[in-house]
């Protein structure tokens, strides 16, 4: 996609919302990324249900750890692949108790040493909690990514990595949301909703023209 075209998609994006933020509900770092990793293969609506119970009782790395792994599953039960997702929460709350004092690190490195944490979940950490420009390829941005032409890829890594060449810089603190947000709400999967769309004249996608009407 030439480089005016992609200016233009993200002047839009900006306009129809200037400040995006992640849907996870959360109001600490260690929160932030608990809810991440029970995000995977998880809608942000049922994390939000299911942290608005646990985070009251225990949201600090020690107090999961008090809480125990039987104790966690009790709180996340309503959440996929939840017993794997206990398990590890469990080993990263060890890890952040044992060499960090209990506090998220602000490295990769460091994150993806976490248990349950990948590079995406590490990109979200960074983007949201230290305002780092980096773009975490979940399903939606994946299929913009491809889907408009923005930057196509067979895989996350090399949707991201095209993602990171072709948006100006200016836009990149907030890229991840935009492109999440209009993956989630407009450019569905199914029957997407090209005929919304603040970036259809953008879009390289050839069957736009056969859904927009």
């Known amino acids: 996609m030439p480089r005016a075209h992609v200016t233009r998609l993200f002047e839009k994006l900006q306009a129809a919302d200037s400040e995006p933020v992640t849907e996870l509900q959360y109001h600490t770092p260690f929160e932030l990324l608990c809810a991440v990793i029970l995000s995977a293969q998880a809608t942000d609506v049922g994390v939000n249900k299911a942290t608005a119970k646990l985070f009251p009782i225990a949201n600090t790395p020690q107090a999961i750890l008090d809480l125990g792994e039987a104790g966690l599953k009790q709180y996340i ?37 976490l248990p349950g944490v990948g590079r995406k979940t590490a990109n979200v950490v960074l983007n949201v909690l ?6 975490a390829v979940d399903t939606h941005i994946f299929r913009v990514g491809n889907r408009t032409g923005l930057a196509p890829g067979k895989t996350p890594l090399a949707v991201e990595k095209g993602l990171l060449a072709a948006i100006p810089k200016k836009f990149l603190r907030h890229a991840h949301h935009w492109l999440v947000l209009h993956g989630r709400y407009v450019c569905t999967a199914r029957k997407p909703k090209c005929h ?8 390289r996608w050839v069957e736009k023209q056969g859904i927009s009407g």
């Open 77 to 113: 039960s309503s959440i996929g692949l939840y017993n794997s997702k206990a398990k590890n929460i469990i080993g990263a709350c060890q890890l952040l108790v044992g060499e960090y004092a209990g506090e998220v690190p602000d490295k990769r490195e460091a994150l993806e040493k």
């Open 130 to 135: 230290f305002g780092e420009p980096t773009i």
């Open 196 to 203: 919304l769309c603040p970036i259809f004249d953008e879009c």
